[in-house]
């Protein structure tokens, strides 16, 4: 089998928390009194044409949220929605020590609005990590998709079989299977440690030598 050379990264729900998943969501309904179903159901018509960045957040928010007169502004709801992200400390470690060995390629695979994405990458200062990020509002298509992972194999210019994806939903690991992605169905950091390990990534490795 052939060496890994690449390992691609799912954000929410494996470094950081979910971006604006129902549990986000959920807060957001209880901290400013929205009717759940009506949000719910003004979201669903639009947060797939979000992520796959055919709208601004300010498109999204007009249209789910501002529809009538509010009790507080747009701008307090986008900063409520960013204070929602947090780190999961014990996977950035893991993340950290790949980054030091030099030995990969790092990138993400995620599905995130523009807005959301692009705060999300200067707050945890992921540039520190990742040489690119593979996010849905950039190539215009979703998670599970499978084109989606097609075009990042393309745009790093890496066999499948060379490539880990890494990823806490399984029905976003299936169509990395199909085209022979090497897959780690993420629990924990612990198990993340052991998987790795077993397709040959040695967290615990000395560092490559830079010429």
């Known amino acids: 089998m052939s060496e890994v050379s690449a390992l691609f990264w799912d954000l929410g729900g494996v470094i950081l928390s979910n971006a604006w998943d129902h549990k986000e969501r959920a807060e957001a309904i209880r901290h400013f009194g929205l009717d759940a179903g009506e949000f719910e159901d003004r979201h ?92 849905s509002c950039y190539l215009g298509i979703r998670k599970p998709a499978e084109e989606m992972y097609r075009r990042a194999l393309g745009m790093t210019q890496r066999a499948p079989e060379e490539c880990v994806f890494i990823d806490d939903r399984i029905e976003n690991l299936e169509p990395a299977n199909r085209i022979g992605m090497r897959t780690i169905h993420f629990q924990d950091a612990a198990q993340l440690r052991q998987e790795l390990a077993a397709h040959g990534v040695n967290v615990e490795a000395t560092p490559a030598k830079v010429r």
């Open 44 to 135: 669903n018509s639009l947060f797939e044409a979000l992520e796959r960045g055919e709208i601004t957040l300010g498109a999204y928010l007009d249209h789910a949220i501002f529809y009538r007169k509010r009790g507080f502004t747009a701008e307090q709801f986008t900063a409520f929605m960013l204070e929602q992200s947090s780190e999961n400390p014990q996977s950035r470690a893991v993340l950290d020590q790949i980054t030091h060995l030099r030995r990969y390629v790092l990138v993400t695979l995620n599905n995130e609005s523009a807005e959301l994405n692009a705060y999300r990458v200067r707050k945890f200062q992921l540039t520190r990590n990742f040489a690119a990020f593979f996010t």
